[in-house]
């Protein structure tokens, strides 16, 4: 058993979480800078690469625009519910609990609970999001969410658990609500477009409804 000072943390993710960081803190400083950079820049990466596959979708039918509108709200409730779960079970810092440096330069203050990872919860559903919009860009942003989850342990900041439990929560919540949200707006778009469809007029012209 590794004393960490938390409890609940199963031993297997204390020992993975101090050799990954004992490799961070061995790697080259320029490696140290992109893993310190990367851990925030991959959620704006995740984000990008949705838009575009939003926009992939936004010039088909109504399911797709619909797809394409929705996708974006699950991850929002994604993390909204990995916040509800920090507060729910209040599991220490790892870098406060094993009280080491770590490449992120300062631990999170204390009340900013470990379990789960919000941006691995959010890279997740960002990753899955995607997916369901395009398989081809879904494919870039996977390996991704993956990185940028492995990056929070990386720089010190997460367990391995609690980054895995994160991305399974988001991609679980946009898996969930994407498609009981779309079928709703869907049916709207369609009844938009039937409403704003021209009819015949009975002299032979068109008009608009």
């Known amino acids: 058993m590794v004393e960490t000072g938390a409890t609940g943390v199963p031993d297997i993710s204390v020992d993975w979480y101090h050799d990954i960081v004992d490799v961070a803190d061995g790697s080259p400083d320029p490696v140290q800078w992109f893993a310190g950079h990367f851990t925030e820049g991959a959620i704006l990466l995740l984000g990008l690469l949705l838009l575009v596959a939003a926009l992939t979708r936004l010039g088909g039918g109504p ?19 990995s916040e509800w779960l920090k507060t729910v079970v209040d599991e220490d810092r790892p870098c406060r609990a094993a009280a080491r440096a770590i490449i992120a330069g300062t631990c999170p203050a204390p009340g900013d609970w470990s379990f789960p990872s919000n941006h691995a919860t959010v890279a997740g559903a960002l990753a899955v999001a995607t997916l369901l919009l395009s398989r081809r860009i879904g494919l870039v942003a996977l390996p991704l969410a993956a990185l940028a989850a492995f990056s929070r342990v990386f720089v010190g900041v997460h367990y391995p658990h609690d980054v895995v439990a994160g991305m399974l929560l988001g991609a679980i919540v946009v898996l969930l609500l994407v498609p009981l949200l779309a079928r709703p707006a869907a049916a709207l778009l369609r009844r938009r477009s039937r409403a704003e469809r021209p009819v015949a007029d009975p002299v032979g012209g068109s008009t608009r409804r």
């Open 63 to 81: 399911r797709d625009r619909a797809l394409a509108l929705v996708a974006p709200v699950p991850v929002v409730l994604a993390y909204v519910c």
